[in-house]
């Protein structure tokens, strides 16, 4: 308004501000570090972890997920994440080693694509012999399809008659035959 520029009120309309942002933004190289790959990743995790509207926020800060407080402080995570797991390898990302804990000292790594799908809430072990894998590690182990194994699985068949059964053997185990032996006596 004029008459707070007359007043003595304010000193400028605005562009006093803008400018003033624009030179602490140059002296700080705010433009060249929110181009980096650390800077995103960062900027991201801070938006899974206290931002409420973010698509992945019921993932992350609605489970409790947070960022390491002194972390807040980009500088301050990209010092202390470059010290402890050095500078990014190609084709890959930061990842929780344990998905129950936020992003703190310790629990970062980086890790490719893979290794991140199998470190996911939702995957499961299964247990053979007091061993536990991915089922499609036993299929690759057992030399069957990893669909193949998973249909069986869904079936009825249990883990062992479903990675030794060679697949086309036509051999049907003897709880899903019987099962099928039951809905024909029904009708």
């Not at 900027?43 to 807040?72: F, M, P, T």
């Not at 990842?95 to 790594?109: C, E, K, S, T």
């Not at 536990?132 to 008659?161: F, M, N």
């Amino acid at each position: 308004m004029p008459s707070s520029l007359y007043n003595g009120l304010t000193q400028s309309c605005g562009c006093l501000k803008r400018e003033r942002t624009v030179e602490i933004n140059k002296a700080r190289a705010w433009p060249k570090i929110s181009r980096t790959y650390l800077y995103r990743v960062w900027s991201q995790i801070k938006q899974r972890c206290y931002n409420q509207r973010c698509d992945e926020y019921h993932n992350y800060g609605a489970r409790g997920i947070k960022l390491h407080a002194v972390w807040h402080d980009f500088a301050a995570f990209a010092r202390d994440v470059v010290a402890a797991i050095g500078e990014r390898p190609d084709l890959h990302s930061i990842d929780r080693i344990d998905n129950d804990r936020g992003y703190v000292p310790g629990n970062l790594r980086w890790a490719t694509q893979r290794t991140q799908v199998r470190n996911r809430r939702v995957t499961r072990l299964y247990e053979l012999a007091g061993e536990q894998r991915l089922l499609v590690d036993w299929a690759k182990l057992a030399d069957v399809e990893h669909e193949t194994v998973r249909s069986r699985l869904r079936v009825g068949w249990t883990l062992d008659e479903a990675l030794g059964t060679p697949p086309g053997s036509g051999r049907v185990p003897q709880t899903r035959r019987l099962r099928w032996t039951d809905k024909a006596e029904k009708k």
